[in-house]
C-alpha cells in the first residue's frame, strides 16, 4: 500500500514496479553518441508516444497536400514567427535512462516521518485502491463527464464523494471537489462576498487559521476591495453591518478543538455567512459543522488515501447548506434519469459553471480533483463509517498518550482538548527540540520560539509513537511507555462529540473486503470511455498519451511521501526537479522566468494577471484595469479577469476566426490610459494560427497593456514558435495537456505561468516557503503546486527531447489536417489558415444539419457513443459545431476509424434529409443505444438493432455500451439531487 511518512528501510518500496528500477546513473553524455547506431536503447520513448509510424506520416501528408512534414509546418505556421535558434534542451533519454535518474533525483530526497500537520497528514493508501484506481489508465484517462451516458461510472463514484462530504459536515450539499483546502476557503470567501450582494467589504477570519489559508484569501480578496480581518474569534465585532463571512479552523491550526456556537449566531445576526474549515476524519467522532449552524464547510479529503507528494495533488472539498446550492463553485454531480425512465447520474447546473458567468463572476473555478475525489471517496467505502472511527479513535487514543508523556516530561500541552494535534511548550526552546527530533528523522512543526506542533495519523505505529515520546521524556522506558498507553478520557468535550451516525448508506456498508471493492471499482470503470478505449479528440482539452512509463514514479515513497512544508534539505531531488522544469518550459516558450504554483489552467490564468496587475501598481497605474477579450476566447479568460480586479472589454473577430485589428485598435486606443491587458489563445480557439499575432502584440504594448497569451493550444507551438520570441509577455502552460499529466476524469491539472523578466517579481510566493525575489501573493496552499504529478512532464520532457517534442507538434498539426482532409467531402471545415491548412485541431459546423434533418451537435455526440467513441468538443466556440484535436498520439489507424464513423453518421443524416428515416425517430434522436434497449422485447423504430448497435464492422470486435440512454438534462436540474439515492433505486435501475 501506498504509505506516507515513513522512514525509508529496506522494506519501503512500494508495489508498481519500483523495485526493479535500476540504481544507477544514466550516462545521457554517452547515450548522446549512440543515437542512430545498433548501441540505442530498445526502449526509446518517441516511437512509442507518437502514433503514426513514418511510412504512414509520410501517407498522411500526401493525403493533406504536403510534401514532406517541414513543408506542411512552413505553410502552417506564419514563416515570421517561427522558431530559428537552437533550444537548450537535454538529449532524449529512453524510458529505462530516464528512470534511472528519476531514481538518483529521487534519492536525493529524505523521507522523515512526518507529523507537522496543518492540514497534511500521513495516510495509508489502500493497495486495492492504488492498482484499482491510482495505476489504473482505465481511470486516470478519462476525461471530465460531460458525456454523460458514458461516464456512468466515475459520475457515481463522484456522487460518493459528495455524499461522504455532506455526511460527515452535516450539510445537504457537497461539491465533486475543489483544488486544495486554501482554495476551497478562498472560493467560500467569495460566496460570501457575492451573497452580500458585493457591498459588504471586510471577512474575519479567526487567528487560528492555517497561514496557507489565509494567504489565499488575502490574495483573492484584494481585487474585491475587501480588508481581511485577523482576530480571536471570540473578539470579532459584527456591529457594524459590514462583514460579508467568517472563518475558523476545526479543529484549529494549533490543534485544540473550540465550541463556536456563539460566533456563527453573531455572524448570522450580521447576515454574514460561517465558514468552517475542518478534517474529514476528525469530523467521524466530532459535532458536525452544519449541526452548529455553519452554512459553509470547507477542508481537504488527502488524509483519505492521498499521498503527501510534497504538495499535491490532493481533493478539497466544499460543502453547503440547500439554499446555496445553487452558488457552489466548481462541479456538482446529480441525479437524473435517462428517456427510459432509469436513474442515471450528470454534471448537474452545468449552463451555470462560474466561469460562463464572465465578467459577473466571483469564480473561475472550471475544474476539480476527480481523480483525487475517487480515490478518497474509496477510502471511506473500503473502511466504512466502523473502519473510520476505528482509525479516529486510534489517532485520538494515541494523541492523548502522548500529551500524557508530554506533561510528565516537564513540557507545557497547551491544547485542553485536542483530536489529532498538540501544540507543546517545550523545554529548552523549539529550536533545540526541533534538532533532536531531526536526528531522529522526525519532523515536527515549529510555531515559535517556545513552541512546536505535532500532528499524529494512522500511519503512526508503536514504534514510532515510542520515538517521539523519548524526545518529551528522554528517560522513558519501554514499561513506562506502556504503562502510559493506557486507554485514557476523551479529549474531546462532551458537547462537541459527535452523535449523529455517519455514512448510513448501504454504498458505504457494502465493500469491505478486496474482492467486493475491487469488483466494484471495475464495474464502475466498465460504464465510462477512457483513452484505453479509443481516442477523445476534444478540441481544446489535448488527449493525448499518458504513458505508463511517466505514471510509475508517482508511487516511489521518496517522492510521495514528502510534506509540503518539511525542511528544504530534504525535498533536494525535488527542488532540482523544479529548477529542471523551470528551465525546460522557459526554453520552450522563450520566457524568463516560471512559477509551477498554480494548480490549474484557470488558476495560472489568475496567477498571471495578478502578476500584470501587481506590475501596473509598482508603477503607479494601479487604473490601468481593463483586460480585453476576443468574443472567441475560452470562458475561463473573462472570469478570470474578472476575480483579479479587472474589467472586460470585448474585441470581435472576422469569419475567418482572426481577431478584427481594427476593432482591436479601436479598442485599445478607446481605453489607453486604462488598458491593463489582452489576453487571446495561439493558435486561436477556431484552430488557426493568426498571421498578424505579432501586430496584436505590437498594438496592445503601444497602448501600455501587456499581453496574455492562453497556453490552452501549446500543443501546437512546441518548439515551432515561443509565444515569448512574438510578443506575449505572460502564459499559463496546461501540463495535463501539452505535458502529460492525466485529465483523470476532471483533475488534476496544473497550470504553471512563465513571464518576461519585468513581471518576474510579481509572481506568487508563499507564507511558508517563501521564494527569493517574489512578492505576490500566493495562489495554491502547497508551495509548488501539485509536485508529485510535476514528474509526469518532467519525465516527458527528458524522454522526449527536442527532436522529440518537435516531432510531437508536428504530428499534432499532421493528424488534424489528414482528419480535416478526410471529413472535408462530408462536412464543412469551418476555419483554415491562409494556405488551407488547420493548426491542431479544427471546428466542424453542423448547423446546416438543423435544417435539413432536425439535427444538431448534441445527437451527434450522442450517436458517437454507439460508435464506441467520445465526442469532439460541442458548440464551442461556434454554437451547433464540433472542434477535433486528434492529437500526436494516435495512429492513422485510430483516425480513420474515428472518421469513418462521423462519415457513417452523415450518411445517416443523409437517410433523413432524403425521407428514408424520420426526423423525429432515427438512430441520432434516440441515441445513444445501451445494451437494456437493445436487447428488449419490445423494439419501435424504424431500424434495425443491429443499425442501432453494430453501425460498422470494428464494432463486433469490441463493443463499448453506453451506461444508460439519453440523458434527462431538464429533469435533473428541476429536481437537484447531489448524493447518493436510496439503494432502491440502485436495485430498480
Known amino acids: 500500500m501506498l504509505r506516507a511518512a515513513r522512514v525509508i528501510s529496506a522494506s519501503r518500496l512500494l508495489q508498481g514496479g519500483a523495485a526493479s528500477l535500476p540504481a544507477v546513473r544514466s550516462n545521457a553524455t554517452l547515450s548522446s553518441k549512440v543515437v542512430g547506431s545498433w548501441l540505442q536503447a530498445s526502449d526509446t520513448f518517441e516511437k512509442r508516444h507518437i502514433g503514426p509510424t513514418a511510412k504512414k506520416s509520410a501517407d498522411m501528408l500526401t493525403v493533406v497536400g504536403a510534401s514532406s512534414m517541414d513543408d506542411l509546418i512552413s505553410r502552417t505556421v506564419p514563416t515570421s514567427i517561427q522558431l530559428s535558434k537552437e533550444v537548450k534542451l537535454s538529449q532524449a533519454l529512453s524510458e529505462s535512462e530516464m528512470h534511472a535518474e528519476l531514481r538518483n533525483l529521487a534519492s536525493e530526497n529524505k523521507v522523515y516521518r512526518s507529523y507537522i500537520g496543518m ?77 452580500a450582494g458585493g457591498n459588504k467589504k471586510r471577512f474575519f477570519v479567526d487567528e487560528k487559521v492555517h497561514p496557507q489559508t489565509k494567504a489565499l484569501i488575502e490574495t483573492h480578496a484584494d481585487p474585491f476591495g475587501v480588508k481581511v480581518v485577523y482576530s480571536k474569534h471570540t473578539e470579532f465585532d459584527f456591529s457594524a453591518k459590514d462583514v460579508c463571512g467568517v472563518l475558523f479552523q476545526y479543529p484549529n491550526t ?17 447576515e454574514a455567512l460561517a465558514i468552517c474549515a475542518t478534517d474529514l476524519l476528525a469530523l467521524t467522532v466530532l459535532k ?73 463572476a466571483t469564480s473561475n473555478i472550471c475544474t476539480a480533483q476527480a481523480l483525487l475525489a475517487n480515490i478518497a471517496a474509496m477510502y471511506a467505502i473500503y473502511h466504512g463509517p466502523e473502519g473510520l472511527k476505528t482509525i479516529s479513535n486510534r489517532v485520538h487514543s494515541m494523541t492523548a498518550g502522548l500529551a500524557a508523556v508530554a506533561k510528565a516530561g516537564g513540557h507545557t ?123 477523445i479528440p476534444l478540441g481544446s482539452c489535448t488527449m493525448k498519451l499518458n504513458s505508463a512509463a511517466e505514471m510509475v514514479p508517482l508511487v516511489w515513497p521518496e517522492l510521495a511521501n514528502i510534506h509540503p512544508f518539511a525542511p528544504k534539505d530534504q525535498a533536494a531531488g525535488y527542488q532540482r526537479m523544479f529548477a529542471d522544469m523551470e528551465k525546460y518550459l522557459c526554453e520552450i516558450t522563450g520566457y524568463d522566468s516560471f512559477t509551477l504554483q498554480p494548480n490549474s489552467g484557470a488558476n495560472g490564468e489568475y496567477c498571471g494577471l495578478m502578476a500584470i496587475r501587481g506590475y501596473h501598481a509598482s508603477r503607479g497605474e494601479s487604473n490601468r484595469n481593463v483586460c480585453l477579450i476576443p468574443v472567441s476566447a ?18 470581435k473577430v472576422l469569419k475567418t476566426g482572426a481577431i478584427d485589428m481594427d476593432d482591436l485598435k479601436a479598442r485599445c486606443a478607446d481605453h489607453s490610459k486604462n488598458l491593463a491587458a489582452i489576453m487571446i489563445t495561439y493558435p486561436s480557439t477556431f484552430g488557426v494560427f493568426d498571421e498578424d499575432v505579432r501586430e496584436v502584440c505590437d498594438v496592445v504594448h503601444s497602448h501600455g497593456g501587456q499581453v496574455y497569451l492562453d497556453g490552452a493550444n501549446m500543443n501546437a507551438q512546441v518548439l ?119 493548426a491542431h485541431e479544427f471546428v466542424v459546423d453542423l448547423k446546416p444539419f438543423k435544417a435539413s434533418a432536425n439535427v444538431d451537435a448534441v445527437d451527434i455526440a450522442k450517436r458517437l457513443q454507439d460508435y464506441g467513441f467520445h465526442s469532439p468538443t460541442m458548440s464551442w466556440p461556434v454554437p451547433n459545431s464540433l472542434m477535433i484535436e486528434p ?103
Open 119 to 195: 492540514g497534511y497528514y500521513g495516510t495509508l493508501m489502500p493497495a486495492a485502491i492504488q492498482r484499482s484506481i491510482f495505476e489504473n489508465p482505465g481511470w486516470y484517462t478519462q476525461y471530465t463527464p460531460y458525456q454523460a451516458e458514458v461516464a456512468q461510472g466515475r459520475l457515481e463514484s463522484l456522487v460518493n464523494f459528495q455524499t461522504m462530504v455532506s455526511d460527515l459536515t452535516g450539510l445537504a450539499n457537497a461539491n465533486a471537489s475543489l483544488l486544495d483546502e486554501a482554495t476551497a476557503a478562498s472560493e467560500a470567501f467569495a460566496l460570501s462576498f457575492s451573497v
Open 254 to 270: 494549533e490543534g485544540a478543538i473550540e465550541d463556536y456556537t456563539a460566533l456563527v449566531n453573531k455572524a448570522h445576526d450580521a
Open 288 to 360: 458536525a459543522p452544519g449541526e452548529f449552524g455553519c452554512d459553509v464547510a470547507v477542508g481537504s479529503a488527502q488524509r483519505f488515501g492521498v499521498p503527501f507528494g510534497y504538495g499535491g495533488p490532493h481533493a478539497a472539498f466544499f460543502a453547503v447548506k440547500e439554499k446555496y446550492v445553487r452558488r457552489l463553485p466548481g462541479r456538482v454531480i446529480g441525479v437524473s434519469k435517462d428517456e427510459n425512465g432509469k436513474m442515471a447520474y450528470r454534471l448537474a447546473l452545468q449552463t451555470r459553471e462560474t466561469h460562463i458567468r464572465r465578467e459577473k
Open 413 to 535: 500541552v497547551e491544547s485542553g482538548a485536542f483530536f489529532d494535534t498538540l501544540t507543546i511548550a517545550v523545554k529548552g526552546g523549539s529550536d533545540k527540540f526541533i534538532a533532536s527530533a531531526l536526528a531522529k528523522h522526525i519532523n515536527v512543526r515549529r510555531i515559535d520560539d517556545a513552541r512546536i506542533g505535532v500532528s499524529l495519523d494512522e500511519t503512526v505505529t508503536a514504534s514510532d509513537l515510542r520515538d517521539l515520546c523519548g524526545l518529551f521524556d528522554s528517560s522513558l522506558t519501554d514499561e513506562k511507555f506502556l504503562a502510559t498507553m493506557l486507554p485514557a478520557p476523551s479529549a474531546i468535550p462532551a458537547a462537541l462529540r459527535r452523535q449523529s451516525p455517519i455514512l448510513t448508506h448501504p454504498i458505504f456498508n457494502s465493500f469491505h473486503t478486496e474482492h467486493e471493492l475491487v469488483r466494484y471499482c471495475k464495474m464502475l470503470e466498465n460504464k465510462d470511455i477512457s483513452l484505453v478505449h479509443s481516442m
Open 634 to 651: 475560452h470562458g475561463t479568460n473573462p472570469a478570470s479577469a474578472a476575480v483579479a480586479g479587472m474589467k472586460i472589454v470585448t474585441v
Open 720 to 838: 515551432l514558435c515561443r509565444p515569448g520570441d512574438y510578443g506575449a509577455d505572460v502564459s499559463h502552460l496546461n501540463l495535463h495537456k501539452t505535458f502529460c499529466i492525466p485529465h483523470g476524469g476532471g483533475g488534476p491539472g496544473m497550470g504553471p505561468v512563465g513571464v518576461k523578466k519585468h513581471l518576474a517579481p510579481f509572481l506568487p510566493t508563499h507564507p511558508i516557503v517563501p521564494y527569493e525575489g517574489r512578492k505576490g501573493g500566493a495562489v495554491s496552499a502547497g508551495p509548488f503546486g501539485s509536485s508529485l504529478i510535476t514528474t509526469i512532464s518532467w519525465a516527458y520532457i527528458k524522454m522526449m527531447g527536442a527532436s522529440g517534442l518537435r516531432s510531437a507538434t508536428s504530428h499534432a498539426i499532421l493528424n488534424a489536417n489528414y482528419m480535416a482532409a478526410r471529413l472535408k467531402d462530408d462536412f464543412h471545415i469551418m476555419f483554415r489558415g491562409k494556405n488551407g491548412f488547420v
Open 887 to 989: 492529437t500526436e498520439s494516435e495512429p492513422r489507424e485510430e483516425l480513420d476509424r474515428y472518421c469513418d464513423a462521423l462519415i457513417s453518421i452523415r450518411q445517416e443524416i443523409r437517410d433523413i434529409e432524403e425521407g428514408r428515416l424520420p426526423k423525429d425517430n432515427n438512430p441520432l434522436k434516440r441515441a445513444p443505444h445501451p445494451v437494456e434497449d437493445v436487447t428488449s422485447s419490445k423494439w419501435d423504430r424504424p431500424y434495425t438493432r443491429e443499425r442501432a448497435a453494430f453501425p460498422l464492422p470494428y464494432l463486433r470486435r469490441s463493443k463499448i455500451w453506453p451506461g444508460c440512454a439519453r440523458v434527462n438534462d431538464t429533469y435533473g436540474d428541476q429536481n437537484l439531487m447531489c448524493s447518493c439515492p436510496p439503494m432502491e433505486t440502485y436495485c430498480s435501475s
